[in-house]
């Protein structure tokens, strides 16, 4: 595939998932902290995605830890800092959604607002270190 067409595969990825987390701020401001904790988890996969189509692999799953874990060298040294944080926000993908996956509660009762503040903290510290890695990858393969 070409570069450019990488770039604008990886550009709609990214941008969606500054759109995700745009709205994960704005659920957290409305105290649906369940589906904020939910949409920052879903930014922060996008934005991993994003990497992974910009260096044109196929990246499989939701697992944040596993998208990091599994990116080629030098990127996955690039952002292995950031596994504690993955891993934080993949505790968010499934008991966050569906109301049989935490004993006797819902997700919208056992969600607090601290979590959902630190899964969107957690969100944008991932975006940040993705935009910074697709930049790299960009000026890396600009032609000269």
Do not use: C, N
Not at 84 to 92: C, M
């Amino acid at each position: 595939m070409s570069v450019e067409r990488l770039d604008a595969d990886a550009r709609r990825w990214f941008y969606q998932a500054k759109d995700d987390l745009e709205a994960a701020e704005v659920l957290v401001s409305a105290r649906k902290h369940a589906q904020a904790s939910f949409l920052a988890q879903q930014a922060g996969e996008k934005a991993l995605k994003a990497v992974w189509i910009r260096l044109d692999l196929d990246p499989w799953g939701h697992s944040l830890g596993r998208l990091i874990r599994d990116l080629p060298t030098p990127r996955k040294e690039q952002l292995a800092h950031l596994l504690d944080t993955a891993l934080a926000l993949d505790k968010l993908y499934i008991p966050t959604r569906y109301p049989d996956s935490l004993a006797d509660q819902t997700p919208a009762e056992a969600y607090t607002m601290p979590e959902a503040r630190a899964a969107v903290e957690h969100a944008h510290t991932i975006l940040d270190a993705a935009m910074r890695t697709l930049d790299e990858i960009r000026k890396q393969s600009a032609p000269l």
